[in-house]
């Protein structure tokens, strides 16, 4: 699995467009990114998943540079309900079969009214 | 459409009791992880189930715990004899089919042991 290193922690003020990088260095041919979502007190939760380029969703934007060596998670316009420790996941592409996640520390993303 | 469901969500047990934490998984769903999430840390891969089948219990400490995911019922993780160590959030996930990275995660347990 291929390490990955996310910032500890950042603050936004709301309605500001939120990015958080994720550095994956070693990441493999078929490896694709996975980000979640969590909340205090509550599971993680699935939020987007990409190979490379660009995907969009509605909660969420991700951008991976052609080498992969690295991605941003956009959040557009953030809000209070926002606030809450997000997860960069490296791993085998959907349908290989893994899945031990692993999950690192993460980013604790605080906005601020 | 229920998530995933766990109870208790909150358990407190004494040094040396048995918990037994309960996962239901989303409708049509037919795997099952457990992770452990420690205070301030990500959570850990314990173990994965199918149907009355253990598949992987490679992230699960080697005495004191075991998993059942029964033909009937939900998924149970059983912890004997705990120890303070054992205080942790305990949260299930299920998926549709053997999932790369989308799993769907339940609102956790919280163990506490006195």
């Known amino acids: 699995l291929a390490k990955t290193t996310q910032p500890i922690s950042m603050d936004s003020y709301e309605g500001q467009e939120v990015n958080i990088t994720c550095s994956h260095n070693?990441?493999?041919?078929?490896?694709?990114i996975t980000w979640y979502q969590q909340f205090p007190s509550q599971g993680p939760r699935f939020i987007i998943q990409?190979?490379?380029t660009k995907v969009t969703n509605e909660v969420a934007s991700l951008f991976i540079p052609a080498d992969r060596k690295s991605s941003t998670l956009s959040l557009p316009r953030v809000s209070l309900s926002d606030t809450a420790v997000y997860y960069c996941?490296?791993?085998?592409?959907?349908?290989?079969?893994?899945?031990?996640?692993?999950f690192g520390k993460g980013t604790k993303l605080s906005v601020i009214p | 459409n229920a998530g995933v469901m766990q109870n208790p969500r909150h358990l407190v047990r004494r040094r040396g009791q048995e918990a037994r934490l309960r996962c239901s998984p989303m409708?049509?769903?037919?795997?099952v992880y457990w992770y452990r999430q420690l205070p301030e840390e990500g959570l850990k891969f314990m173990v994965y189930?199918?149907?009355?089948?253990?598949?992987?219990e490679s992230g699960m400490p080697k005495e004191r715990f075991s998993a059942e995911f029964p033909k009937e019922g939900p998924s149970i993780l059983r912890i004997q004899q705990v120890v303070r160590g054992d205080s942790a959030a305990y949260f299930c996930?299920?998926?549709?089919?053997?999932?790369?990275?989308?799993?769907?995660f339940g609102p956790g347990t919280r163990l506490t042991v006195t």
């Open positions: 189930l199918q149907k009355e089948n253990i598949i992987d």
């Open positions: 409708k049509g769903h037919s795997h």
């Open positions: 070693n990441i493999a041919t078929n490896d694709y």
């Open positions: 996941l490296v791993g085998a592409s959907p349908g290989a079969g893994s899945y031990q996640l692993t």
């Open positions: 990409g190979y490379k």
């Open positions: 996930a299920s998926s549709f089919g053997r999932s790369s990275y989308e799993q769907y």
